[in-house]
């Protein structure tokens, strides 16, 4: 699993592992809705909700947006970078069953699109923790530690 996330080890980061978990939220009407549209084909507008709710912390939301852009669903082409980014954010929100898929998608990425995917969730992780607590508020999060 080190090999996967080798961008997250970072113990620096591990406050905003913390973040991401607390961001958590119960499915709302746009997965609901996200779902459906999937269901019926439109991948476009499924993406879009898809999106919504994973902005904002919702795990399966992360894991169907993660799926959606490594397939090529509602996207123009695959992008396994896009993929990696939402994947490795819902194993991080606590989806434990993505790890056989994430090992896979290692095996048939390069390096700088693994790296480039791991450092948009970190990124991610960031600008949601500042969103979040606010950059005063960071700071003694990280002086707690």
Do not use: C
């Amino acid at each position: 699993m080190k090999a996967v996330f080798s961008a997250l080890a970072a113990p620096s980061r591990l406050l905003s592992i913390a973040v991401l978990m607390s961001l958590a939220g119960t499915a709302t009407a746009e997965y609901e809705r996200g779902l459906s549209q999937y269901e019926q084909g439109n991948y476009d507008r499924a993406l879009m909700e898809f999106r919504t709710d994973a902005n904002i912390g919702h795990t399966q939301a992360m894991r169907k947006l993660g799926e959606m852009y490594m397939a090529g669903e509602g996207v123009e082409s695959p992008d396994p970078v896009q993929a990696v980014k939402w994947l490795t954010l819902a194993y991080l929100q606590g989806d434990s069953e993505l790890v056989s898929t994430l090992e896979s998608i290692r095996q048939d990425i390069s390096e700088s699109q693994l790296v480039a995917g791991e450092q948009a969730a970190l990124d991610w992780l960031e600008d949601a923790m500042l969103s979040d607590f606010g950059r005063d508020d960071v700071s003694e999060l990280y002086e707690s530690f």
